[in-house]
């Protein structure tokens, strides 16, 4: 789909913090953790692409993927308002789950995560399932048709569906910490990782 794609999962934020649902949430900020993987993010891809680099920008609406992708922006010296939003690119939707503390989900229904997968067991009540997600990702790859290199900021879970799709026939990529960045090229992947890093969360 392009000869160089850089994916990166958005920083930190008060609700990865908090270990509470997010999913289609429209903003939830970063934490100062957040902020320093994001600001980490731009200075390892300015260490591999050099200052201004000719890349085509894309993002998730979501707040958090924009403050990210803006503080990349920043370090790098590209233009913030370049940035193509797109809603396919936003985190699996959690329906229900939304805003609620993993806790009281866990007490409430018992275990709904698989911790060696790093995925759900079960459905977010009015929520998404992967192929849900995995559909929205193909149609952004079906219209995603140039040679260009691309920056694209996500989400984790959304991130791990779009590398799958783009790398492992539709396979669910693996989990990695807020902040990293994979780098894809000729069907290969290559994780960047920047200074700082964060925890891994689910969605």
């Known amino acids: 789909m392009t000869n160089c794609l850089y994916i990166v999962r958005h920083g930190e934020t008060v609700f990865n913090r908090a270990a509470r649902m997010q999913g289609r949430q429209d903003h939830t900020p970063l934490t100062k953790s957040g902020v320093e993987q994001a600001i980490s993010v731009g200075e390892k891809l300015l260490e591999q692409l050099g200052p201004k680099p000719d890349l085509d920008l894309w993002a998730s609406p979501a707040g958090r993927t924009r403050q990210t992708m803006a503080l990349i922006c920043d370090v790098l010296g590209l233009d913030y308002f370049n940035v193509r939003l797109d809603a396919r690119l936003l985190e699996i939707d959690v329906g229900d789950w939304s805003d609620r503390p993993y806790a009281d989900i866990f007490e409430e229904i018992g275990p709904f995560v698989d911790m060696e997968r790093r995925l759900f067991t079960k459905r ?25 290199p691309s920056l694209v900021v996500t989400h984790g879970m959304a991130g791990r569906v779009l590398r799958g799709e783009i790398l492992n026939g539709g396979e669910i990529a693996a989990d990695a910490p807020q902040g990293s960045i994979f780098h894809i090229q000729q069907d290969r992947e290559q994780i960047l990782t920047p200074r700082v890093v964060g925890a891994m969360t689910t969605a």
């Open 124 to 148: 977010p009540p009015n929520g998404e399932w992967y192929d849900d997600v995995a559909r929205r990702m193909q149609s952004w790859i079906s219209e995603f048709e140039t040679t260009r």
